[in-house]
């Protein structure tokens, strides 16, 4: 079994994605083999009114509600944020939080995301960070110039102490090098992603090793990005299968109490 943490409908603004819609992201799903996917909606993150995409998403999802798990992309700079929050969460049924503060211009630290993180945690549901959507080197010249940066991340951590965090597409091995000192003292967990660790050098194995087999999950950050790199990472390496079995479904099980 396979649960994906990472995966999107909607349309992306910056080039063609056919793979647009829940039922064709399930076709996708059915032929990588992924039993199970986190989605969000990319037209959340651009519309005005976010609540319309997180909406867009619930309607796409219904007839496949065994496959997927909505998480609520929510923009705390918005007026009615806290509304927008409980509404997704209370009459949505949505399973997690995802947010995009380079996208939406705000700081992890602002009043009203502290706020809306420690919601999160009352309401026992996940923080999904994504570190970027698209690689830096690759962005149309209107796509935001910036990732969430493990700084910001070092200084949002001890100010929401029960707060579960999913920090994916980044640097994961530097970055929870980076936030380990605080992350030690944090009563919420931190999981992260490997999609982008190095294929080869055995980076893969050497990374969960280092972390904990109970701290890492899979993501794929489809469709925008090819999911055969990081199944070929499952297939080569030398993780035992409790190991994999832990990265490929259980601990998401575990966390989103599925």
């Known amino acids: 079994m396979i649960i994906d943490v990472n995966t999107y409908i909607g349309h992306w603004p910056f080039r063609q994605i056919k793979t647009d819609s829940a039922e064709k992201l399930l076709k996708l799903m059915d032929k990588a083999g992924i039993d199970m996917a986190c989605v969000s909606n990319i037209n959340s993150i651009f519309y005005r009114d976010v609540l319309e995409g997180n909406i867009e998403l619930v309607e796409q999802i219904k007839p496949y509600k065994e496959r997927f798990i909505p998480f609520a992309i929510i923009n705390p700079a918005y007026p009615r944020w806290k509304k927008d929050f409980l509404y997704c969460i209370d009459n949505l049924g949505m ?6 503060p380079y996208y939406h211009k705000y700081k992890l630290t602002d009043g009203n995301v502290i706020e809306i993180l420690n919601m999160a945690a009352e309401k026992k549901i996940p923080v999904h960070l994504p570190c970027a959507i698209e690689n830096i080197r690759q962005r149309h010249w209107l796509d935001v110039k910036e990732d969430l940066s493990r700084e910001e991340l070092k200084q949002v951590l001890p100010l929401c102490p029960e707060t579960d965090f999913i920090i994916t597409n980044g640097p994961s091995w530097d970055i929870s090098g980076y936030l380990q000192p605080v992350a030690a003292n944090r009563q919420g967990r931190i999981y992260y992603d490997f999609a982008r660790l190095d294929i ?42 409790e190991d994999k079995e832990k990265i490929m479904y259980k601990n998401l099980k575990e966390l989103l109490k599925i």
């Open 95 to 100: 399973k997690g939080l995802e947010l995009y």
């Open 200 to 241: 080869l050098n055995s980076a893969f194995d050497n990374f969960v090793q280092a972390i904990g087999n109970e701290n890492v999950v899979f993501g794929s950050v489809m469709p925008l990005q090819y999911i055969e790199t990081q199944l070929v990472k499952l297939q080569y390496t030398k993780l035992g299968n």
